[in-house]
């Protein structure tokens, strides 16, 4: 049951220039998408969300994208720092019952050459 | 910060045994949650817990699992009998009631059945 999908297993982007990172969901029912940085032996951390009534949204040097038409989500970071380098995942949330449990992707995992 | 916490870190066990992974989640969070993800593969949804109450629960959680809250503070899953295939590395979330979709999470704890 693959309802958010990030089809790049990996990227590898140079320190300072943009990195792009892609989910596609297929539940129209999602509404809330976030996206989470998690590095080896942690848990994974917050990083930004953006709600299904907006199209994008800001935190620094991370942007959050959505296209609701396409299905589709993308977080760019802006510039590219080597700390950044960890595995990204896309979550959506489906508020049902209350429980609002998030449906995650499988990751991407970002690595930032200096 | 307050951060979620997780205990043990790294558990091996004989298949057969039963395993309690502990969890205290951030003090005023009112939504509890426990997620597995197995190596190389994505995050999945185990069972979230409102009001002293499962609110959802996953396929995955069968009658072998089980959660509590047995006091203010600590946050509990059990599994009765570990089989090979509940290796993985198992997180506890908690939220607020603030409807924002973020999940924070803890380390995890490994768990590792022989």
């Known amino acids: 049951d693959q309802q958010v999908k990030q089809n790049s297993p990996s990227l590898s982007v140079q320190e300072g220039r943009i990195s792009i990172l892609n989910c596609d969901y297929t539940?129209?029912?999602?509404?809330?998408f976030l996206w989470y940085k998690k590095y080896p032996a942690e848990g994974p951390t917050f990083l930004i969300s953006i709600s299904s009534i907006k199209d994008k949204n800001e935190d620094g040097r991370f942007t959050v994208f959505l296209n609701k038409s396409a299905k589709h989500l993308s977080l760019h970071i802006v510039p590219s720092q080597p700390g950044d380098s960890a595995v990204y995942f896309c979550a959506a949330r489906r508020a049902q019952g209350g429980s609002e449990k998030l449906v995650f992707g499988k990751g991407t995992k970002l690595t930032v050459n200096p | 910060e307050p951060e979620v916490t997780q205990t043990p870190s790294h558990q091996v066990t004989q298949m057969g045994q039963e395993v309690i992974l502990r969890c205290v989640p951030i003090s005023n969070h009112l939504y509890f949650y426990w997620y597995r993800q197995i190596l190389g593969q994505k995050v999945e949804f185990l069972v979230s817990f409102y009001n002293n109450e499962i609110s959802e629960k996953s396929e995955i959680f069968d009658d072998q699992f089980s959660v509590e809250r047995p006091d203010g503070s600590n946050f509990t899953l059990k599994i009765r009998s570990t089989k090979l295939e509940d290796s993985a590395m198992y997180f506890c979330?908690?939220?607020?009631?603030?409807?924002?979709?973020?999940?924070?999470f803890g380390e995890g704890s490994r768990l590792t059945v022989l």
């Open positions: 979330a908690s939220r607020t009631s603030m409807n924002t979709g973020e999940l924070f």
């Open positions: 539940n129209s029912m999602f509404d809330y």
